[in-house]
């Protein structure tokens, strides 16, 4: 049982270009997120989705796109990359409830952007 | 949407001591708070958590308080270690998302 897995762990882009972020689960979850982490500011939702084939908006989403074609894995993208997008980012899930469980942190990706 | 403050952003604590850290929201419908601990370089882990029907919650030497009148809840860390150095950070939960405090570092002092 893996948890919540993040590829890649490190990453460095070009400005303008563009890369993909893979975060899988293997708990079942149907809620999965994803969280950009800066200094000082805690961590700040981008997007999240509440099921297959669903996705949702959050704090700062400008910038990325997501996609949840298969339950298991969320797909972060940045299709021209600034270095503004210099960051930490975490997956999250957690299961559904009126009450919720905790929710599942992946290892993080620092990207940084030159 | 939903506002979680959290303060200090930095604590430092003689070992043995306590720490308490605080933290405000502003939805009334968040019903779910739970905090995290971060090390460096390390993904954030749940230490513990409460629901809103719930005033308070002790595992060993950590407890959560929460004041739903006032909005606020609180970490509470008793005989401190220097493994409990860290950055923690609270949350609130509403509907679908979670809503993070900008986290509070953590020193304790040997």
């Known amino acids: 049982n893996a948890g919540v897995t993040q590829t890649p762990k490190f990453r460095v882009l070009k400005t303008g270009q563009s890369m993909t972020l893979l975060c899988a689960q293997d708990?079942?979850?149907?809620?999965m997120y994803w969280y950009r982490q800066d200094p000082g500011m805690g961590l700040r939702l981008i997007h999240y989705?509440?099921?297959?084939?669903?996705?949702a908006k959050g704090e700062v989403p400008d910038g990325y796109n997501v996609s949840r074609l298969k339950k298991q894995n969320f797909l972060l993208g940045l299709e021209s990359a600034a270095p503004s997008q210099t960051s930490v980012y975490f997956c999250?899930?957690?299961?559904?409830?009126?009450?919720?469980?905790?929710?599942?942190f992946g290892q993080g990706t620092r990207l940084t952007v030159v | 949407g939903e506002n979680v403050e959290q303060h200090p952003s930095t604590l430092s604590v003689q070992e043995g001591d306590s720490a308490v850290i605080k933290c405000t929201y502003s939805?009334?419908?968040?019903?779910?708070f739970p905090w995290y601990k971060q090390e460096l370089g390390k993904r954030p882990q749940l230490i513990i958590d409460?629901?809103?029907?719930?005033g308070e919650k002790k595992d060993q030497r950590i407890a959560v308080t929460l004041n739903k009148t006032a909005k606020h809840f609180s970490l509470h860390i008793t005989e401190t270690q220097p493994e409990d150095s860290a950055v923690y950070f609270c949350?609130?939960?509403?509907?679908?998302?979670?809503?993070f405090g900008t986290g509070t570092s953590l020193t304790v002092i040997p």
């Open positions: 999250a899930s957690t299961r559904t409830g009126s009450y919720s469980t905790e929710a599942f």
């Open positions: 708990m079942n979850h149907e809620y």
């Open positions: 989705s509440v099921g297959e084939g669903t996705t």
């Open positions: 939805d009334s419908a968040s019903n779910y």
């Open positions: 409460i629901r809103s029907n719930v």
């Open positions: 949350a609130a939960r509403t509907g679908n998302q979670f809503y």
